[in-house]
């Protein structure tokens, strides 16, 4: 029972913390992740299906690096280096760099989503678009990306779910999501374990609310189809 008034305690004092500013930062963080994700993936995509070499081999280089590496790493040359390379961010928060760095990492995996999307679109789609006159860009951003976006929707969904856990590696640098409120309450009360079963549940809710939506979602134009 202790454990438990504990945690009752806990969330009538600092429930702010978890549910506002916790949730909140985590929920920005994913947003900001997946849209900027979507948006440099399918440039990433239709760069690696790029006629220049070069091209082609930088955007598969990119995706192989950032793919190969751990997100943790990531966030600290993110925090650390671009600074470095673009002063003007020493002078921000850390939460523009952590951004930034959840945009690539994501654009990565949403690339390789978006490239297995449109080669699932029927070939023909494309000659046919190209027979009436289209050129391959038009017929790509018209014809082509709509139809993978339908078939590709389920890996989004899960990437953004991906993205939502990913986002508690930022605590290292104190940004305001779910786990720096963990560490923020855990610091006024020093009752770890009560805190850490708080942030569980709700990553837990969270994740499964955001799948029970996304899937709704999918049904939904699948319906419309």
């Not at 951003?141 to 976006?149: D, K, R």
């Not at 339908?150 to 890996?155: D, R, S, V």
Request: charged share 15%; with cysteine.
């Amino acid at each position: 029972m202790t454990f438990l008034t504990n945690i009752a305690n806990i969330l009538a004092k600092y429930w702010q913390v978890f549910l506002i500013q916790g949730i909140g930062y985590t929920l920005l963080l994913s947003v900001i992740a997946v849209a900027g994700g979507a948006f440099f993936g399918s440039l990433l995509a239709l760069a690696k299906r790029s006629k220049l070499k070069i091209l082609k081999a930088l955007a598969a280089i990119l995706v192989e690096v950032v793919r190969g590496t751990p997100v943790l790493l990531q966030l600290y040359i993110g925090v650390f280096v671009f600074p470095m390379i673009i002063p003007k961010l020493s002078s921000l928060p850390y939460i523009y760099s952590v951004s930034i760095v959840l945009i690539i990492n994501s654009s990565a995996y949403v690339s390789e989503i978006i490239r297995s999307g449109i080669e699932a679109v029927d070939v023909g789609q494309m000659e046919a678009a190209r027979s009436l006159g289209l050129t391959h860009s038009t017929a790509m951003l018209s014809i082509i990306l709509p139809q993978a976006v339908k078939n590709i929707l389920p890996a989004l969904g899960n990437e953004f779910i991906m993205v939502v856990k990913e986002t508690s590696l930022a605590s290292t640098f104190f940004v305001g999501e779910l786990m720096t409120a963990y560490l923020k309450v855990k610091g006024y009360t020093y009752l770890t374990m009560e805190c850490l079963a708080i942030v569980g549940v709700l990553y837990f809710a969270l994740t499964y609310i955001l799948s029970k939506i996304l899937k709704a979602f999918e049904r939904r134009m699948k319906a419309h189809a």
